[in-house]
């Protein structure tokens, strides 16, 4: 059965970084794409970033420059670095297993087939 497991969220203040971690299993992790959503209070479910099974990412327009996604094939880890962040960025962060890619570089969860439990990311001013 299909896993994904979220740590890493927290609080900190604006300016500050964290890291977030998916362990997924039950999935052939190399050949999906993977991504994390975040949702906050009263607001849809939105994409933040995409990685891809051959290499590519891409990103919402909010976090460029400040956000990494990056994935470990080897222990089927999916990982978000996450800097200077911002009190806007306030949300419950999913990781999420992609049934397919979009072909405008922006997603939607209509483009996810799995979801993790999601971890809660809190940034004050």
């Known amino acids: 059965q299909v896993q994904l497991i979220e740590s890493g969220g927290g609080s900190v203040q604006a300016g500050g970084s964290l890291r977030l971690s998916c362990t997924v299993s039950g999935v052939p992790f190399s050949s999906v794409g993977l991504a994390w959503f975040r949702q906050a209070p009263a607001k849809e479910r939105e994409f933040v970033a995409v990685?891809?099974?051959?290499?590519?990412?891409w990103y919402h327009d909010t976090v460029k420059g400040r956000f990494t996604i990056s994935r470990d094939n080897a222990k089927n880890i999916l990982n978000l670095s996450m800097n200077n962040l911002k009190p806007e960025d306030t949300a419950l962060y999913y990781c999420a297993k992609l049934s397919t890619y979009s072909a405008t570089g922006t997603f939607s969860t209509d483009n996810v087939r799995y979801w993790g439990q999601g971890t809660q990311v809190t940034v004050s001013s």
């Open positions: 990685s891809s099974h051959y290499g590519e990412t």
